[in-house]
Nanobody, 126 residues
Framework: QAQLVESGGGLVQAGDSLRLSCAASGRFFSTRAMAWFRQAPGKEREFVAAISWNGASTISQYAEAVKGRFTISGDNPGNTVYLQMNSLKPEDTAVYYC?????????????????WGQGTQVTVSS
């Protein structure tokens, strides 16, 4: 069973930056993919960014809403993943969740993740 622990959330103003971290631990097969999702009040959990490692190569993917502003990075193989968030907007306000899988895949849907963290709150004021 894997445990994912997120950190780095907080309250910031529009235009500011935040860096989220997610650390994976526990007895599980090697994490080959990690991702970030977010959920705003009254909305479904949505994909933000994903990263996957296959040998020496790394691939990543972003939701359109965050392209050019957010950057996902992490160890290879994945035990820690980061989300650098720049030029934050009020619409980025949500609980951000870390996701992980032991398979080489881009976790772009909720059903593709094997593990979930508890979430960290990000609030962006205007």
């Amino acid at each position: 069973q894997a445990q994912l622990v997120e950190s780095g959330g907080g309250l910031v103003q529009a235009g500011d930056s935040l860096r989220l971290s997610c650390a994976a631990s526990g007895r599980f097969f090697s994490t080959r993919a990690m991702a970030w999702f977010r959920q705003a009040p009254g909305k479904e959990r949505e994909f933000v960014a994903a990263i996957s490692w296959n040998g020496a190569s790394t691939i990543s993917q972003y939701a359109e809403a965050v392209k050019g502003r957010f950057t996902i990075s992490g160890d290879n193989p994945g035990n820690t993943v980061y989300l650098q968030m720049n030029s934050l907007k009020p619409e980025d306000t949500a609980v951000y969740y870390c996701a992980a899988s032991g398979q080489v895949r881009l976790i772009t849907r909720v059903d593709l993740s094997d593990y979930w963290g508890q979430g960290t709150q990000v609030t962006v004021s205007s």
